[in-house]
C-alpha cells in the first residue's frame, strides 16, 4: 500500500539520531568550565527538547549557578559544536527514509538543536540527501512548541497539511504537531519525560523506525476528530 502522507517532518534528537550522550558531554564540559557539578546522561536527556539554551539554564540552575546565561552560552556552543557529529542514528532509520525517499514522499528535519549543526549532524550519518527542507531552533522567529517551522516546511514543500505527517519524540513535537494541525507519530524510545504516549492523540506509537511504513491513519481528517 502506497504511503498514506506526501510529507513527512522528522524531529532529530531523540528521533532521527540518538544524540543525549554526546548533548550531555557538552553540557558536563561547560558546567566544569565554570566549577560546578556535573550529571549522569539521564538526569541531562531530561532537561533536552527546548533547544540548547534552555538545556543549559536548567543545567545551571540545577547546579546552583545563578550565572548569567549570555555568558555561558558562547563556550556551551563550542563544545557542543566538538560532540555534535557523534549522535548515531536509530536502528532502522536509514532504510526507512530511503524507502519513503523511493515512494516520492517528501521529507523534512524540524529541531530545536541550532541549525548550524544539523546538516553537518543529517551528512555524517549519510542522511542528508534525503532532505528537501531543515529547521532548526534559530532559523524562524518561533520553534516548536510553536507550529509555525511545521507549517513553513509544508508550504515549503507546497503539501497540504491534511497530507503532512509529523515524527517526534516529545511534548514539543505533540504541541507542535497540534498546534499546526497535523498528525503526527510518536517514537517510544526518545527523550520524552511526562508525556503520555498512548493518551496524546498519535496516530501511532511506534518502537523501531521501520515500523512508520506500516501505519495506516484514521479515516476522518484531523479537523473532525476530538482533540484529547
Ligand atoms: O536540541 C533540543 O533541544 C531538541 O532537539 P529535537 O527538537 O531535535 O529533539
Ligand atoms: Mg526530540
Known amino acids: 500500500m502506497a504511503f498514506p502522507y506526501s510529507l513527512v517532518i522528522f524531529d532529530l534528537d531523540g528521533t532521527l539520531v540518538d544524540s543525549a550522550a ?5 553540557v558536563n564540559r561547560t558546567l566544569r568550565d565554570w566549577n560546578l557539578p556535573t550529571y549522569d546522561t539521564p538526569r541531562i536527556t531530561g532537561w533536552i527538547g527546548e533547544g540548547s539554551r534552555k538545556l543549559i539554564t536548567s543545567a545551571f540552575r540545577h547546579a546552583g549557578s545563578d550565572a548569567d546565561i549570555d555568558e555561558v552560552m558562547p563556550g556551551f556552543l563550542e563544545h ?3 560532540t555534535a557529529l557523534d549522535g548515531i542514528a536509530y536502528e532502522g532509520v536509514v532504510d526507512t527514509l ?12 524540524c529541531t530545536n538543536k541550532n541549525e548550524e549543526f544539523v546538516r553537518p549532524l543529517l551528512e555524517a550519518r549519510g542522511m542528508l540527501h534525503y532532505f528537501d527542507g531543515i529547521v ?18 509544508a508550504t515549503q514543500a507546497r503539501v497540504d497539511i491534511d497530507r503532512t505527517l509529523v ?4 511534548e514539543s513535537d505533540v504541541l507542535a504537531a497540534r498546534d499546526a494541525g497535523m498528525d503526527f507519530v510518536l517514537v517510544s524510545y526518545g527523550y520524552r519525560k511526562s508525556l ?5 492523540g498519535a496516530v501511532a506509537v511506534i518502537d523501531r523506525m521501520p515500523d512508520l511504513l506500516g501505519i495506516t491513519p484514521p479515516d476522518m481528517p484531523r479537523r473532525y476528530r476530538s482533540m484529547p
Open 98 to 109: 530511503a524507502a519513503l525517499h523511493a515512494e516520492g514522499v517528501k521529507l523534512a528535519v
Open 136 to 153: 532548526g531552533a534559530n532559523t524562524l522567529p518561533e520553534r516548536k512548541p510553536s507550529g509555525v517551522p511545521l507549517r513553513y516546511l
Open 80 to 82: 557542543y559544536a566538538e
Open 22 to 26: 554526546d548533548i550531555a558531554e557538552s
Open 167 to 170: 515524527v517526534g519524540d516529545s
Open 196 to 200: 503520555d504516549l498512548h493518551a496524546a
